[in-house]
């Protein structure tokens, strides 16, 4: 059974810091990326940040300087370090994993149940 577990949303003030973890279990194949993403209301899921198997990260504009994603290849883990977190950063954020079947190509998408991340002013 594939499962991706999430842990570390809360309610912070505006100028903290969270610190999101995904752990992912029960996954076939090879992990490729894991990345977060994030959903207010109102607004399209965005991603918000990503770490592939080559060591490769990348940011939404809106994040860089300000958060930090990393990958514990081994354990299937990946955390966001949030700081000077704003409140347009509240949000329900989402870990995903990637992987690929090394037969076909085919790409298999999980996803986590989602951690509430809530900045106030």
């Known amino acids: 059974q594939v499962q991706l577990v999430e842990s570390g949303g809360g309610l912070v003030q505006a100028g903290e810091s969270l610190r999101l973890s995904c752990a992912a279990s029960?996954?076939?194949?090879?992990?490729?990326?894991m990345r977060w993403y994030r959903h207010a209301p109102g607004k399209q899921r965005e991603l918000v940040a990503g770490v592939y198997s080559s060591g490769i990260t990348n940011y939404a504009d809106s994040v860089k300087g300000r958060f930090t994603i990393s990958r514990d290849n081994a354990k299937n883990t990946v955390s966001l370090q949030m700081s000077s977190l704003k409140p347009e950063d509240t949000a329900v954020y989402y870990c995903n994993a990637r992987s690929t079947a090394p037969s076909s190509a085919f790409q298999y998408d999980y996803w986590g149940q989602g951690t509430q991340v809530t900045v106030s002013s």
């Open positions: 029960g996954i076939r194949f090879r992990i490729n990326a």
